[in-house]
C-alpha cells in the first residue's frame, strides 16, 4: 500500500521569496499489507516467532529551493487496545521513540535540510505484537495503522516562524485510498478518526507466515518452532533463514496440500517468496550468501516403509519444474539459483534429544533465491 500527501506553501505565488515555501512529497508505503502476529518461545520445545511491520518513507522536496530542519514524525498504533508494538530498527535515517514500545508509539527522525528536487528514502520496522489472548479482536479486523506530519522549520525562531510549515499524513485523497483509524489525530486532538496506513495483522492460519524482514535477516517458520505436530493436523512445517545482506525484503511462507501423493498420506507445497522490497516482485538473490530453509514431515504422516531417500522434492521457480538434488557441499548452494539438498534427516522413532521429532523426516536445502517446493 503507498500513500503520497503533497506539502506546500500557504501561499504558492510567494515561493520564491522563502526558502521554506517550497514543496514535499511525502511517500509511505507498507512493506508487506499483512504480517503474522509474533509469537511467544515456550522453551526449549518452541522458538519465538518475531515479525515485522516495516514502512519505507520517502520525502522529496519537488520545489526549487531549499527546506531546513525537516523532521518526520508517525504515530504507529494497533486496533486492539491490549496489543503493544514496539520499534525495531531503521535503515537509511536517524530516529528516536518517545518508547521503546507502547500502543501509540511516536517515533520522529530528523533529516535535516532537504536541497531543491532531493529526497530522502529510509525504512522503519517495528516488531509485530503478540495477539490479544483474552479478548482478541475479530479476524481481519485487527491491524497496525501509521499516520503522521512532516515539518520544516527555518532561521533562528524555527518553530514559530511564519516561514515553518506542519503537514499531514496520509491525505485522504491519496491513492490508493487510507483508511480511517478511530481517535484522534496529531492535527486535531479533538477529532474522532484520523486517515492512517493499514497494515493487516494475522494470517489465517500457522501454515502462513508473512513478515517485513531487514538487512539483518531473520527467521521465519510455520507451526509452532517450525516442528510438526505440535499443533493438531499440522504434518508439515517449513523454516526459513534469512541471511544478513544490503536488501530488505518481503517474506511469505504458504503451505498446501497437494492432490497427488506417493510417500505420505498428505504431500504439501511450501511456497517460499523472499522479495526485494525495492521491487516490483522481483525474488531477492542473495548471493554469495543463501537461504537456508528447513522442511520437515511428521511421522504419523509418513507411510509404513517409506525411506527418506526414495521421496521426490521438485522445484519451481516460477517457469519450470525440476527435481531437487545433493549439494556438493553441505555449505555451498550451487550457484545457478537452484536449490539443492545439504542434509537429510531420518529420525529415529527413540530419539530422545527431541521427542518432538521422533519417526519424522527432515531436509535442510539450501539456495540463494526462493521458490516452491512440492514433495511425493
Not at 521513540?97 to 529510509?122: H, K, W
Not at 516488531?127 to 479478548?135: C, E, I, L
Not at 545457478?336 to 521429532?357: E, M, Q, V
Amino acid at each position: 500500500m503507498k500513500v503520497a500527501v503533497l506539502i506546500g506553501a500557504l501561499f504558492g505565488f510567494c515561493a520564491g521569496a522563502f526558502a521554506a515555501a517550497g514543496v514535499t512529497l511525502t511517500t509511505v508505503d507498507a512493506l508487506s499489507p499483512v504480517v503474522t502476529y509474533s509469537r511467544p518461545a515456550n522453551p526449549p520445545r518452541i522458538a519465538a516467532l518475531t515479525t515485522f511491520v516495516g514502512a519505507g518513507v520517502t520525502v522529496a522536496n519537488t520545489s526549487g529551493n531549499t527546506i531546513n530542519n525537516v523532521v518526520f514524525e508517525a504515530k504507529v498504533e494497533v486496533a486492539d487496545p491490549h496489543e503493544i508494538v514496539s520499534f525495531s530498527s531503521v535503515d537509511g535515517a536517524t530516529c528516536q521513540v518517545t518508547s521503546l514500545s507502547g500502543n501509540p508509539l511516536t517515533i520522529t527522525c530528523e533529516l535535516g535540510q532537504l536541497r531543491a528536487r532531493e529526497s530522502r528514502r529510509f525504512t522503519l520496522f517495528f516488531t509485530a505484537p503478540m495477539q490479544d489472548g483474552v479478548s482478541p479482536l475479530p479476524d481481519g479486523s485487527d491491524y497496525v495503522g501509521l499516520s503522521g506530519r512532516v515539518t520544516t522549520a527555518e532561521g533562528p525562531n524555527a518553530g514559530k516562524s511564519p516561514n515553518d510549515s506542519v503537514d499531514y499524513w496520509p491525505l485522504s485523497s491519496a491513492v490508493p485510498a487510507p483508511f480511517a483509524c478511530p481517535g484522534p489525530s496529531l492535527e486535531n486532538p479533538s477529532s474522532t478518526t484520523h486517515w492512517c496506513v493499514r497494515v493487516d495483522l494475522g494470517t489465517p492460519s500457522t501454515s502462513q507466515v508473512k513478515s517485513a524482514v531487514s538487512k539483518s535477516g531473520g527467521m521465519l517458520f510455520t507451526g509452532e518452532g517450525g516442528v510438526t505436530g505440535l499443533i493438531v493436523g499440522d504434518a508439515f512445517t517449513t523454516s526459513v533463514s534469512v541471511p544478513s545482506s544490503q536488501i530488505i525484503t518481503k517474506a511469505t511462507v504458504v503451505e498446501d496440500p497437494l492432490s497427488t501423493c506417493t510417500n505420505f498420506l498428505t504431500c504439501y507445497s511450501s511456497n517460499i517468496q523472499i522479495i526485494d522490497a525495492a521491487t516490483a516482485g522481483t525474488p531477492a538473490d542473495f548471493s554469495p550468501a543463501y537461504l537456508t530453509i528447513v522442511l520437515r514431515m511428521d511421522a504419523a504422516n509418513i507411510k509404513k516403509g517409506t525411506n527418506i531417500n526414495s521421496v521426490t522434492i521438485m522445484y519451481y521457480d516460477g517457469v519450470t519444474r525440476q527435481p531437487v538434488g545433493d549439494c556438493g557441499s553441505a555449505t555451498t548452494p550451487l550457484g545457478n539459483g537452484k536449490p539443492c539438498i545439504a542434509k537429510r534427516t531420518a529420525y529415529k522413532s527413540n530419539y530422545r534429544l527431541n521427542p518432538d521429532l521422533q519417526g519424522d523426516f527432515e531436509w535442510e536445502i539450501i539456495n540463494t533465491k526462493n521458490g516452491v517446493f512440492e514433495f511425493f
